[in-house]
């Protein structure tokens, strides 16, 4: 068995959560508004009017801002997966590697090499060229996006892979089964629509500030316009993209869902919780309520979980420790099995070392009988397998009201926009305001949930996470977490001011 | 024709890849370089905006090239991967944090309400081109000195040198004078490319002085760089090297990179014409007044590159040796992913030439008027 210092695996796995998150305030900003940029580059090619060009270069400003620090905080995270977790990329780099290869390939240098002529070539190359650019930026950003996702739905529902016992680690043998995985397919629609939602957001937030101040009144409503079209469609698609995404998870990670409900309980017919207060002393098993208060629609999580209006959802309570009528089997069961398997595969590599072919080929088909069950022998109680409730529970909550609520406020610019009052709605303006603020805490929600749901896996029921980190002490990731913390707030810190700046400039023709 | 191909071919080829797309940054590292004397050349804020606005309209690419080098060893290479950048942590992450200020600096620069000021963000161009560079000259350097770490059964790597108590995984990389004179010799002669790079991208017509300058610069960086060139070469030549047996046991072999250049004359071909046309590429910059010499200089580069990085993995070497536990050493056939894995990806790279086809494409039109000082003041400009 492993050492495992526990202490060292929160700072990893902090360091980890700080990173990914600050490159995460970023990335979605640059998956909608360069397709923004597109579309409105795409007007000014198509009507030849100068109002567009300047609009199209005023959010090319703000893009290129957002743009430098979403690749700086991005290059860490490809990275961090050898520096702090080397025993998670050497058990699953035959599989894990491919996709941020292809990513590095087709998606960065397609961004990077048309980046310099969106912003550089306004006079160096003809209109369409440039507007060619710019899609081409727009496509590079969003494919970068497929190729992580796919990454991280393989994470959460590893497929297209064996386990070879010989080379200790997981090699994939089926490519089209790891890129066209259901839960990828989902997670990137889901995601990448997310990022047009908030990036339209955004571009509310800075138009409704123009008119409260009045200035730059024509250029807010033709961008609130474009915007709200965008992110009305893109909300929707939200929407649907979310369902089947919690579908994949009712399916694949039954305890994510539990967590994501706060249900303790299975129940039948199960009910979706609207809104609740979740009783943090509550542990598995034990006869305290789940919810000091809990507001449920009836029906609903069954027909989300399953497609059934009266099919049983289980609880957290019946994953861990059983449920013989659902033919739930205990994690106390799956436990005693990956123990059982570990042993052995140090019998199988033990054997093979000392060329005992007997001893191996034996060890070998008692290892495959219990080989799925491998991640769970790393867990040292039944417990250990349930995710933090409360943080799951309340981050699906933000995420979920906050999605439902921006229809309707797109729905609300479009139209007052089109009917030319939209300055003159005081009561809709300050919502707008606040919309970029609000899209940012929906989107990192929706990662909190995809992320701190799944614990405490890397890879689901193969690996937990406290086996993935590199053999390094707490001191050194204190001291690296620390040097990410300052250097990313520095850089935060600046790039709000660039933005407010430019922001306040306004764009060219109005100066 | 993929399909046919077996494992231990796909390995090599991977390998070949790999150092392509390491070569390939060697010599993108012009961007670096050039960022190392901005404060050198510049005497004027608007010869600081010429060099950085030129140097910005690349500075992408190095940077892409290095995560796509990344990307390439992570999913052809795990165990190095994971046994490298877990085990000598501290080099990378300092490598990392001098390309994370590099990336908001052009952008940020010069732009109102900034925060950190101007000299700030060029003195993050600086380290990025100083610290990042050195260091990552001296990682390439264990390729051929060894580090020190021991793999368990499970491949989990353990790091081992400590220093007043203290692990510097992967620090002590610097105290060995050949990795350091190899990371000296990649900032000199990046600062080479950088000054060959900017006398061809800018229009000096109006900044005759920065035009001189700059071509002083090439001849003094290269100068200063050849007794590092010359103390790694020899080094190479002489050095012992960590070969294994045709059981995969390694062992230390006298003058076995001596030996590997022998036995691959192709590499030998490689190092020597990629010398020369560096070498031709200074020579015709200061004694023919050309504004062409980044173009053989960085071809040479990226042949002396190759022959570098493939110098320490062909012919039965390990290219990634511990000095701890030999036989934790890694070799491009116990590193590797699977024959699946490697034959999916070869696959895939055979996109490559398309990339490069449309980098270059883009390049030339981009490239195809010089940077003039009217555009520094009227347009887009770092």
Known sequence: MIDIDLNMVNWARAQFALTAMY???????????????????????????????????????????????????????????????????????????APLAIEGIFAFFLEATFFAVM???????????????????????????????????????????????TTTRFEMVNFAEVVFNPVAVAKFTHTSSSGFLYASLFVLTVSSWYLIKGKHLEMAKKS??????????????????????????????????????????????????????????????????????????????????????????????DLVYGNPDEKIESVASKIEKGKQAIQDLAKFKNASKNKNSQLTNEALVNFKENEKYLGYGYLDS???????????????????????????????????????????????????????????????????????????WAIKGLMPVKVATTNLTAGNIQVTFALFLIVFTLLLIAEIKIMLKQISIGPEETK | MIGSLDYSTLQQLWWMICSIVGALFLFLTFVQGGQTLIWQLAKTDHETSLIVTSLGRKWEMPFTTLVLFGGALFAAFPKFYATSFGGAYWVWMLILFSFIIQAVSYEYRKKPDNFLGAKTYELFLLLNGVIGILLIGAAVGTFYTGSNFVLSDYNSVTWHYTLFGINLRGLEAAFSLFNLSLGIFLVLNARVLGA????????????????????????????????????????????DGFGFDSAGVFQI??????????????????????????????????FKNSN???????????????????????????????????????????????YFTLKTMSYVALGIPFVLAYVVYVWKLMDAKKLTSDEIKNEEAY
């Not at chain 1, 409900?261 to 009783?279: D, H, Q, R, T």
């Not at chain 2, 800018?202 to 007794?227: G, M, Q």
């Not at chain 2, 006298?254 to 014409?273: D, E, F, Q, R, W």
């Open chain 2, 292 to 338: 062409k010499g980044i173009w053989p200089a960085g071809l040479g580069t990226v042949l002396v590159g190759l022959a570098v990085l493939c110098l320490p993995a062909f012919n039965n070497t390990a290219f990634y040796p511990s000095k701890f536990d030999l036989q934790s050493s890694l070799s491009i056939y116990n590193a590797s992913s699977s």
């Open chain 1, 23 to 97: 490159h995460w305030l970023f990335v979605p900003l640059t998956l909608g508004l360069s397709f923004l940029c597109a579309f409105f580059e795409s007007i000014y090619v198509k009507t030849g009017k100068n109002e567009w060009k300047a609009i199209t270069k005023f959010w090319m400003t703000l893009f290129g801002i957002n743009f430098a620090i979403g690749v700086a905080t991005g290059i860490i995270l490809e990275f961090e997966f050898g520096t702090n977790w080397s025993n998670y990329s050497w058990m699953v780099g035959d599989i894990f590697g």
């Open chain 2, 253 to 286: 072999e006298s003058y076995k990179y001596l030996n590997n250049l022998l036995a691959i004359p192709l590499l030998l071909i490689l190092l020597l014409v990629g010398l020369l046309l560096v070498i031709f590429g200074v020579f015709i910059t200061v």
């Open chain 1, 119 to 165: 912003f550089f070539g306004w006079n160096r190359v003809s209109k369409k060229f440039h507007l060619f650019s710019t899609w081409m930026v727009a496509i590079g950003s969003n494919l970068s996006a497929v190729w992580i996702l796919v990454a991280n739905a393989w994470m959460q529902n590893p497929v297209g892979m064996a386990f070879n016992p």
């Open chain 1, 224 to 317: 609130i316009i474009v915007a709200s079209v965008f992110g009305l469609i893109s909300s929707v698609f939200v929407v649907f993209t979310g369902d089947q995404s919690a579908f994949d998870v009712s399916q694949k990670q039954p305890m994510k869902l539990a967590a994501m409900e706060g249900m303790y309980k299975g129940e039948k017919p199960a009910g979706l919780s609207l809104f609740g207060i979740v009783n943090g002393d509550k542990k598995p098993g034990d006869a305290q309520d789940a919810f000091h208060l809990n507001i449920k629609f009836p029906f609903v999580l069954s027909y989300l979980a399953n497609r059934s209006f009266d099919s049983f959802v289980p609880g957290i309570d």
């Open chain 1, 382 to 456: 039944s417990e250990e397998a349930v995710p933090p409730v409360p943080l799951t529970y309340y981050a699906f909550r933000v995420m979920f009201i906050l999605g439902s609520f921006f229809p309707l406020l797109f729905a609300a610019f479009l139209f007052f926009t089109m009917k030319n009052t939209v300055a003159e709605k005081k009561w809709l303006l300050p919502f707008g305001l606040i919309a970029g603020l609000l899209g940012i805490f929906a989107s990192q929600s929706g990662w909190i949930v995809a992320e701190v749901g799944r614990q405490p």
């Open chain 2, 196 to 239: 060959l790079y900017l006398l061809n991208s800018i229009d000096f017509s109006k900044t005759s002085e920065l035009e001189s300058r700059t071509r002083s610069a090439v001849t003094k960086n290269f100068l200063i760089s050849l007794p590092f060139l010359l103390y790694v070469l020899i080094s190479v030549l002489v050095m």
